[in-house]
């Protein structure tokens, strides 16, 4: 049932990540009205595999929307979508039916092709903006295309479509092949100078121009859906929706989602230089051109406690518990490079490893290592953010499922030296979708006022040096400088 008072035409914004499909129905104002979740599982068939199904996603999407417009019987003004990136998929454009499996961001059976390409790293990085890494979509596709078309003559003919979710999720929405700038800048495939498809780096990537999607603006003309004809107004990346939520509309401030994986993110006038960062665009609009941003993702923050929940057999809850018990880990460290390692390192042959241990080392020493984890991770790009983008960051904006937890935004205030602002609102990436969906429809207007933010102020007597030292050695021995 609706939540509060609704304020003008409202719109729906779904969510789409790695564990769940969320949706909400959000007012003019901003204010949650209803919100709705279906549950979406992962499968790893080999190590460091990682897929989910396509159809089921599909369904779930279709849920969630079904269900919201049964639940509220006012007008809606559009649909806002937010999806996971850099997730690949191909399917069959005459039937729509899936040639593969949706292959997750954190997914690295393509770790030896990117090995095979290391001489190319450079220019990849140079056109792109991104490093040569298998978290990106470029490599997916060619794996995908190479198990099912490698000579890649269906592929030239059109008779296969590559996509990311939000291409997926487009072409079952509205029946068009359609990519969102954004998104697209997350493929590796994107020259992030033109905002064009480069036909370099597909000829690199032997990926068929064919195959490929229609760059579109995040709010590209309305498309009527078959949920009742509501029309889709918008879609943005979950990070990029993230940042949109926030209200940053400029260059000046950094934010952190906090999920499954982590992401900062920030605004930027040029395109990124240097080795910890990427360059990506945050969106594109019909009246507001192209927005550019920098970025750092960190693969294992959330799915390293989940992890070492399982291993200890306990809950998220008592993980937590555990770890508020102790005012430190006792020498322990935890680098999950459960997947390598990504910003500010770029490093897919590092491998997690616990150091440390002692005898008096307990569960809790451990709980607490796995959360510090996840601050120091966030940290380390941060201060690389800062070095290569020659700008501080005494406030830092937060947001995403673990950012609730007010004891690890003042453990990232106090191992970090800055102020955490996190959003009082849940589910930011929605948010930002159904921000973006409200103003292409024209039922709302940009907030003249600042969000409502919790902030955490780090403690003066915190002096984190000394733990900040001890996890780059950490980090050092993971990446195989150190000796373990």
Known sequence: MPEAVVRGPVTIAVDQGTSATKGLIVDSAGVVVMRVSEPLEQTHPRPGWVEQDPVAMRESVDAVVRRLLAGYEGTVAGIGFSTQRESAIAWDPRSGAPLSPVLGWQDRRTADHAVALASHAARVREVSGLPLDPMFSALKFAWILDEIDPNRTRAEAGRIA???????????????????????????????????????????FRI?????????????????????????????????????????????????????????????????????????????????????????????????????????????????????????????????????????????????????????????RVARAAFESIALQIEDVLSAAEREGGRQFARVLADGGPSRNPWL???QADLSGRTVARHDGADLSALGAARLAALAAGVAEEPTEAASHSEFVPDPAADAAPRRARWSAAVARARGILPT
């Open 162 to 204: 590559l996509g990311t979710v939000d291409s997926w999720l487009l072409w079952n929405a509205v029946g068009e092949h359609r990519i969102e700038i954004g998104n697209a800048s997350r493929t590796q495939l994107l020259d992030l100078s033109t905002g064009e498809w480069s036909a370099e780096l597909l000829e690199l």
């Open 208 to 364: 068929p121009r064919a195959c490929l999607p229609r760059i579109v603006a995040s709010d590209a003309a309305a498309r009527l859906t078959p949920y009742a004809g509501v029309p889709l107004r918008g879609v943005l990346g979950d990070s990029h929706a993230a940042l949109y939520g926030h209200g940053v509309r400029t260059p000046g401030d950094v934010k952190v989602t906090y999920g499954t994986g982590s992401s900062v993110m920030g605004l930027t006038e040029a395109i990124v230089e240097g080795p910890g960062l990427v360059g990506t665009i945050a969106w594109g609009t019909e009246a507001g051109g192209i927005a550019r941003a920098f970025e750092g993702n960190i693969l294992s923050t959330g799915a390293t406690l989940v992890w070492l929940a399982r291993l200890l057999g306990t809950t998220l809850h008592e993980l937590d518990g555990l770890a508020r018990t102790v005012s430190d880990s006792g020498g322990v460290d935890i680098v999950p490079a459960f997947a390598g390692l990504a910003a500010p390192w770029w490093d897919e042959r590092a491998t997690g490893i616990v150091s440390g241990l002692q005898l008096g080392s307990d569960r809790a």
């Open 409 to 411: 935004m003042q453990l």
